[in-house]
């Protein structure tokens, strides 16, 4: 029986939402189960202690983060050739990542993208080739740099993960060549248009290709030193931005809202020992005060004020329509 069988049947839909809610489900209860045996009050006094220089290099680096990604969908501007402003497309792209980050991408970078690109103009087909690229943009970066970091500082596994060095540098290598090979393909397939589960996929020229791989790398690099800030230093940069990379896609996988706990414990089960379970939670939880919430209610605000914006503009749009049709009527 294929695969294509098992899920054209009926009951295939209710099956996976099942399925997905008792996983969810599942890791909620194994979350509060590991959550009461930490000593919180701990947790926030290491918080407290954090110095304030520290906290401040962490925002900047968050945000300075953040104004890499908002120049993701540039590259799909530049792709697409739509006419919207370079403001305006970082503006969605901004907002569009800070919810992705804390509600999931159905909602952040899908649908906020298609709401708001909606509203300026954009029709679909141009909206789903920015949003496509945008996220091979993101994911591009990724490979590269959880490429080199399994490769060359590979991080010692969990002997219940399954996964040994050997393995991990295996993967690395992959990963490495996964992105290599797209910028080659940029350079020289003569094929420009490919098909990848069920959507079409046009390959950009090397020099656009070669901007994804740089914005990507340097965001993710960015979140990295961002941990390694907030860890003191305590582990070297290339293992504190490794497992940040390990924790970003098992929380991805976990399909959990912003990974919630999902990171935490993969930074425990890799770094402790040498670090405490208390620091290591510490650390995380400074990261998405200053990496995921600060930016949701920045995020938020524009949000509402280009909402409040579009109201404007249709209401005026309506209101000259509606004179022009006055101004259109015979006298009697």
Known sequence: MSIQSVTAHRWWPWARRIGVAGFLAFVVFMLVHEARAIDWREVFATMRDYPLRVVALAALLAWTSHLIYSTFDLVGRRYTAHPLRPGSVMAITFVSYAFNLNLGTVVGAL?????????LGLEAPVIARVVGLSMLTNWLGYCLLAGLAFLFWPVPMPSDWHMGTVALRVLGGVLVLASLAYMVLCAVSKRREFHVLGHEIDLPVLRLACVQLAISCANWSVMGATMYVLLLGQVAYPVALGVLLIGAISGLMSRVPAGL??????????????????????????????YYWAPLAAATVVYLAMEAHAKKLAARASADGSTSGRQLQPSC
Not at 111 to 119: D, E, G, N, S
Not at 271 to 282: D, E, F, Q, V
């Open 111 to 119: 649908a906020m993208r298609v709401r708001l690109y909606t509203r």
């Open 261 to 290: 706990g999902v990171l935490e414990a993969v930074f425990i089960a890799l770094l402790s020992p040498p670090l405490s379970s208390t620091t290591l939670i510490a650390a995380v939880l400074t990261y998405r005060a200053v």
